[in-house]
């Protein structure tokens, strides 16, 4: 079984950062690609970022200059660095794991945490 934690999330005004973390545990043989997804109200589970284990990085068009993913192989984390928040950012974020565990290859997922860019 795999656990994913995220954190970071939080209220920010428009123009402004946050970080957002996501740290997996469990019995995990591997991890191979690490993203993150947002969902807005009413509106689709889309990617924002994804990152290979051999650090390839792709963003979607509309975040690419402003965030950055990153990973820290040795603690299972993944990272979004959001710079120059705007309000269509906001957004429950969640952080997706491709693991090999002892049931096989599988993805897991965050709990989801909440991005409100607002004045």
């Known amino acids: 079984q795999v656990q994913l934690v995220e954190s970071g999330g939080g209220l920010v005004q428009p123009g402004g950062s946050l970080r957002l973390s996501c740290t997996a545990s469990?019995?995990?043989?591997?991890?191979?690609?690490m993203g993150w997804y947002r969902q807005a109200p009413g509106k689709e589970r889309e990617l924002v970022a994804h990152?290979?284990?051999?650090?390839?990085?792709n963003y979607a068009d509309s975040v690419k200059g402003r965030f950055t993913i990153s990973r820290d192989n040795a603690k299972n984390t993944v990272s979004l660095q959001m710079n120059s928040l705007k309000a269509e950012d906001t957004a429950v974020y969640y952080c997706?794991?491709?693991?090999?565990?002892?049931?096989?290859?599988?993805?897991?997922w965050g709990q989801g945490t909440q991005v409100t860019v607002s004045s």
């Open positions: 469990g019995s995990i043989f591997s991890i191979a690609d």
């Open positions: 997706a794991v491709d693991a090999y565990t002892i049931s096989g290859f599988k993805r897991y």
């Open positions: 990152i290979t284990l051999g650090d390839s990085t």
